[in-house]
Structures are given as C-alpha cells and as structure tokens.
Nanobody, 119 residues
Framework: QVQLVESGGGLVQAGGSLRLSCVVS????????VGWYRQAPGKQRDLVAT???????NYADSVKGRFTISRDNAKNTVYLQMNSLKPEDTAVYFC?????????????WGQGTQVTVSS
C-alpha cells in the first residue's frame, strides 16, 4: 500500500503563488511515477503534472511555464510550485502515485487539497 498526504492549498489572488506538497509513504520502492491532478466542480479530474522515477516530467499545456513539479527523495515528497495563478486554476488538487507490481498497475490517491484563486 501507498499513502499520499497533500498540503499547501489555500486562497490566493490571481497572479499569486502556492506550493503544494505530497508526502509519499508505505510501499514506495516500485512506484513508477507521482503526479498532480485537479478537479474543478462539475468537471472531470485532469492531469496537471507528473514526474517519473527516472526524472521525466510532463505538464498539461494549460500550466506549462507557470507550474513546476519537483521531488525531494530524502523526504519522499513531491512538490508542485504554482506561479502566476489564474482563477481557472481553482480546483481540488490530488496527488497520485502509479505503482507496478507483479504485472499489475496500481493507482493511489491522496485526499486532495483545495486551491482557490480569486480574480
């Protein structure tokens, strides 16, 4: 099992910044990637950014140049630095871990953290 705990959400004005943290614990040795997703009210959950064990990074087009995903292996923590925030970035942000074990793929989710950007 893998446990994910997010923190760092809050209310910020447009143009401001926030940094989200995701602490990963449990059976982490076979995790392939950790990512951030977001879900606005009435909308589907969408990819924001991912980082693989090998360091490959992927961003949604809507956040490229504004958001940065990074990790601190010593702290088992993945970060999402969000700059130049826009009202449309308002959503619940979820941390996700993708793990492969014995030929199976497992997905784990955190509880989510609310980000609200006011105009």
């Amino acid at each position: 099992q893998v446990q994910l705990v997010e923190s760092g959400g809050g209310l910020v004005q447009a143009g401001g910044s926030l940094r989200l943290s995701c602490v990963v614990s449990g059976t982490i040795f076979s995790i392939n990637a950790v990512g951030w997703y977001r879900q606005a009210p009435g909308k589907q959950r969408d990819l924001v950014a991912t980082i693989t064990g090998g360091g490959s990074i992927n961003y949604a087009d809507s956040v490229k140049g504004r958001f940065t995903i990074s990790r601190d292996n010593a702290k088992n923590t993945v970060y999402l630095q969000m700059n130049s925030l826009k009202p449309e970035d308002t959503a619940v942000y979820f941390c996700n871990a993708e793990r492969y074990y014995a030929g199976n793929k497992y997905n784990y989710w955190g509880q989510g953290t609310q980000v609200t950007v006011s105009s």
